[in-house]
């Protein structure tokens, strides 16, 4: 069970677009449609953005959406804000009730 | 509300077992589709999922840590415990706690406690 690839950086301007990638593997990601999203603002606990890799939990700004094809996900983030200046943890179910997460990327905003 | 807090010891020394215990309100772990599951962050790096526990009393672990890795559930108490024997300096991480469903958002936290650290030292 290895690690899911993320970029380490991304970054983009007020206004602006940025998508992420995260890629695994045809026995993780690429299998099962359980890809997860995760925002981590510094010294705080994760939160759930995006689950079923697509899907929003309530509350969660549309601004944010994921996607799938084959074994690498995405996430855009839409319309950037100065409050996205965070890292992004994408997750992906692994089989047999585990999940694996990605390295991590952390987006700045300019 | 749901919410989650962890608690345990905030420094062990190598090849001592560490206990966590999350301790859980509204939600109950006697409700089908319930888990809650632990993950960890060791400083300046990227989460790594430990361990899940459900409602049916399901279990599931890291492959890696599966030999190391205890995790339990007392439904009269809300609490999920954890245990990490053998620890060791490397294991020196913020632990969370987190809620999950099983048939909606399966495999996702919606709900994480705010973490505990736990030092590895002698």
């Known amino acids: 069970q290895s690690a899911l690839t993320q970029p380490p950086s991304a970054s983009g301007s007020p206004g602006q677009s940025v998508t992420i990638s995260c890629t695994g593997t045809?026995?993780?990601?690429?299998?099962?449609?359980?890809v997860s999203w995760y925002q981590q603002h510094p010294g705080k606990a994760p939160k759930l953005i995006i689950y079923?890799?697509?899907k929003r939990p309530s509350g969660v700004p549309d601004r944010f959406s994921g996607s799938k094809s084959g074994n690498t996900a995405s996430l855009t983030v839409s319309g950037l804000q100065a409050e996205d200046d965070a890292d992004y943890y994408c997750?992906?179910?692994?089989?047999?009730?585990?999940?694996?997460f990605g390295g991590g990327t952390r987006l700045t905003v300019l | 509300q749901i919410t989650l807090k962890e608690s345990g010891p905030t420094l062990v020394k190598p090849t001592q077992t560490l206990t966590l215990t999350c301790t859980f309100s509204?939600?109950?772990?006697?409700?089908?589709?319930?888990?809650v599951g632990w993950i960890r962050q060791p400083p300046g790096k990227a989460l790594e999922w430990l361990a899940v526990?459900?409602?049916?009393?399901?279990?599931s672990y890291r492959p890696s840590l599966k030999s190391r890795l205890t995790i339990t559930k007392d439904t009269s108490k809300n609490q999920v415990v954890l245990t990490m024997t053998n620890m060791d300096p490397v294991d020196t991480a913020t632990y969370y706690c987190?809620?999950?469903?099983?048939?909606?958002?399966?495999?996702?936290?919606?709900?994480w406690g705010q973490g505990t650290l736990v030092t590895v030292s002698s």
């Open positions: 526990i459900y409602w049916n009393d399901d279990k």
């Open positions: 079923e890799v697509s």
């Open positions: 997750t992906s179910y692994a089989g047999y009730n585990t999940v694996v």
């Open positions: 509204g939600f109950s772990l006697n409700t089908n589709g319930v888990g």
């Open positions: 987190a809620h999950t469903l099983y048939f909606s958002g399966r495999h996702s936290f919606d709900y």
């Open positions: 045809s026995s993780d990601l690429g299998r099962y449609n359980y």
